[in-house]
């Protein structure tokens, strides 16, 4: 099985950044599809950015000014730039990644989530 570990989240104050990483590991042959989504309290989750293994980006209309999704193929890993950050961006932040496995196998897959807190 595969696993997925964020990393980077914190307390900011409004109009600053973050960056958020997450690394997969365990049996892995690729990665098609990476990305990340969040969930603000009493709200569903919302996905945010996703970046396939070719390079394919794409991005929510809420943060697609302000962060950046890339990806490290070599070493299975994600990461989100989080510029000009608001209040409205305070949620948990989960790591995404759609696996093929090294025996064919395609699933989806999520972290436990990282918390990011944006002051006013």
């Known amino acids: 099985q595969v696993q997925l570990a964020e990393s980077g989240g914190g307390l900011v104050q409004a109009g600053g950044s973050l960056r958020l990483s997450c690394a997969a590991s365990?049996?892995?042959?690729?990665?098609?599809?990476m990305g990340w989504h969040r969930q603000c309290s009493g709200k569903q989750r919302e996905l945010l950015a996703t970046l396939t293994h070719s390079g394919t980006l794409n991005y929510a209309e809420s943060v697609k000014d302000r962060f950046t999704i890339s990806r490290d193929n070599a070493n299975h890993t994600v990461y989100l730039q989080m510029n000009s950050l608001t209040p409205e961006d305070t949620a948990i932040y989960y790591c995404?990644?759609?696996?093929?496995?090294?025996?064919?196998?395609?699933?989806?897959?999520w972290g436990q989530g990282t918390q990011v807190t944006v002051s006013s």
């Open positions: 365990g049996s892995i042959f690729s990665i098609p599809v």
């Open positions: 995404y990644a759609y696996i093929t496995s090294l025996s064919g196998r395609n699933y989806n897959s």
